[in-house]
């Protein structure tokens, strides 16, 4: 079976594999990361991210809808599948990007696993507007000032003086007792 490149900080794809094991196995795939990550050639997944189920669980919505209305896959990518997705039967695995957890994998799923797509989720169609407002324009607002310097020179003499005072202070003191 060819390998499968997963791209790093890979985001917004959904893997389909049918499942060709018997109910038990697949039930017991359902419930265990370690089994997922280990049909699919790798050694760790979030199962979060992962879903293991009966085709016929879906019931009349089917695995098509369940793709385009459970997980936004776009629906021109699930036309051109349709009827391949409409003869599955049995059991089925879908894993999303985040269970990769942002890692560059090489996905080499075992036999029993059979590739059936790649989705891409549907992102929210919300149109690019120009911003012409002043205050959308670079560089407006008050423009800095910078901080006045400090004055220089004469705080050398009050430190001279006050080191003087300080020194005939001792002395006196020194005297006295």
């Not at 049918?18 to 196995?25: A, M, N, Q």
């Amino acid at each position: 079976m060819p390998h499968t490149e997963v791209a790093p900080q890979e985001a917004g794809k959904v893997r389909v594999y049918t499942l060709s094991l018997s109910d038990d196995e697949a039930r017991a795939m359902r419930d265990d990361e370690t089994a997922q990550a280990a049909a699919l050639g790798i050694e760790r997944i979030d199962a979060a991210f992962t879903e293991v189920f009966r085709v016929a669980d879906l019931d009349q919505l089917g695995l098509a809808g369940y793709l385009r209305d459970g997980n936004g896959v776009n629906p021109d990518q699930i036309e051109k599948d349709r009827s391949k997705l409409a003869a599955l039967d049995g059991w089925v695995m879908i894993v999303y990007s985040r269970a990769f957890a942002g890692q560059s994998l090489q996905l080499a799923p075992i036999p029993a696993l059979t590739h059936i797509g790649t989705y891409t989720e549907g992102g929210p169609d919300t149109p690019v507007q120009a911003m012409e407002a002043e205050a959308a324009q670079p560089y407006t607002g008050i423009p800095r000032v910078s901080p006045a310097e400090p004055a220089k020179g004469g705080g050398g003499k009050t430190m001279v003086i006050v080191a003087v005072v300080a020194l005939i202070l001792l002395v006196i003191w020194w005297l006295l007792a």
